[in-house]
């Protein structure tokens, strides 16, 4: 019996902390409704350029850093904006025309890049790239956005 209790209560645990690390970041794919946004809470837009689907640091970065805790609570001080250019799933032809028409106006090279933007539109700065297991330069760059925005 207290082998049962025990596991009961291990089990629980386990639980309540995969529930705690599933939590979702709010990314929207419509960067109009994110510059309403941002204008509205006065908060900056982290833009994220990314082949989700075959670029290797890009698939490294949605597994290390958007799990991690500093980031998730970090990207809730920002308006967050996924611009995606996938090539074994196809995304709908306005949303490739809105992906496109975001990146000539922001970004025009690799992914992944993070381009951090002003709610009037200013570019803040970017970084480019992300290399395995080291999401604190991600996060540190983060943080910089947030001291200078004030």
Known sequence: MKQFILGLILFSFIGLQ???QKEELNWLTDY????????KEHKPMLILFTGSDWCPPCKAMHKDLFHNKEFIDLSKKFVLVFIDFPKRKELPQK????N??????YHRGGVPTMVFVS???????KISGYRYGYPERNIQVM??????FK
Request: cysteine-free; overall charge neutral.
């Open 143 to 148: 943080k910089k956005v947030l001291n200078s």
């Open 100 to 105: 496109y028409q975001v990146a000539s106006k």
């Open 18 to 20: 995969a529930q705690e």
């Open 32 to 39: 109009n409704q994110a510059l309403k946004i941002a204008k």
């Open 119 to 125: 709610p009037d539109e200013e570019v803040i700065t």
């Open 95 to 98: 949303q490739q025309e809105h």
